[in-house]
């Protein structure tokens, strides 16, 4: 069965320093791979996606996203946070050549301070 | 660009009672999918539609049913509710996912059912 691991649940920056979110994927095939955004009390909004056309995936708002294989992670990074930048992040899965359903990681909230 | 519409926005019922979600898809997206998202938790996959006919489900209860129509909307039947069934309700949709290829899933608003 295929999941995602996110490495903390809350994240806290200063604004203007570096934003690291840390996903790990367990598949048995390589999956693809997608991070969504969820400000406070709105739905879901997607960042970026891998879908095997390039291992680095640059997506809105200035994030980007590294799929390795060898160490089965999709990181996500912006070099420089906002405040509005504060949300619920979550790395999900789809498996390739199944039903296309979404399996979400545990979210990480990223709160960034002035 | 139109986006997934999702009604009612916030539904407020009491034990027992049914409750009826409605998604209206994006256009030219035949593919709708529905997750729940429980206080402080991540969404979970709970049914998907293609065509009018389920294609996968996940953790749906028995008390709940859904179903896509002709236009393409989908609606989640929610009967005999309880308070844990309290959450945040997301509908998806995307086009025919069954080519090989990603295709991606947009997301609605959500609807929030509270169940007193």
């Known amino acids: 069965a295929q999941s995602v691991t996110q490495l903390g649940s809350h994240v806290s920056v200063s604004e203007g320093a570096l934003v690291l979110l840390r996903c790990n994927y367990s598949s048995s095939v390589p999956p693809y791979l997608f991070w969504y955004v969820q400000y406070p009390n709105q739905g879901l909004q997607l960042l970026l996606k891998?879908?095997?056309?390039?291992?680095l995936v640059k997506g809105i708002n200035g994030f980007e996203a590294e799929f390795k294989k060898s160490e089965t992670s999709f990181h996500l990074t912006k070099p420089s946070a906002h405040m509005s930048d504060a949300a619920e992040y979550f790395c999900?899965?789809?498996?390739?050549?199944?039903?296309?359903?979404?399996?979400f990681g545990a979210g990480t909230r990223l709160a960034v301070h002035p | 660009a139109a986006g997934v519409i999702q009604s009612p926005r916030h539904l407020i019922k009491e034990k027992r009672e049914t409750a009826t979600l409605k998604c209206y898809p994006i256009?030219?997206?035949?593919?709708v999918y529905w997750y729940q998202q429980g206080p402080g938790q991540d969404p979970q996959f709970l049914i998907s539609?293609?065509?009018?006919?389920?294609?996968d489900k996940g953790s749906i209860p028995d008390r709940f049913s859904a179903q896509q129509f002709s236009d393409y909307h989908s609606e989640l039947n929610m009967s005999s509710l309880e308070l844990g069934d309290s959450a945040l309700y997301f509908c998806?949709?995307?086009?025919?996912?069954?080519?090989?290829?990603?295709?991606?899933?947009?997301f609605g608003p959500g609807t929030r059912l509270t169940v007193l």
């Open positions: 539609f293609y065509e009018k006919m389920q294609s």
């Open positions: 256009p030219r997206h035949d593919t």
């Open positions: 999900v899965v789809s498996e390739i050549g199944g039903y296309n359903k979404l399996i």
């Open positions: 998806a949709s995307s086009r025919d996912y069954r080519t090989g290829k990603e295709d991606t899933q947009y």
């Open positions: 891998y879908t095997s056309a390039a291992t």
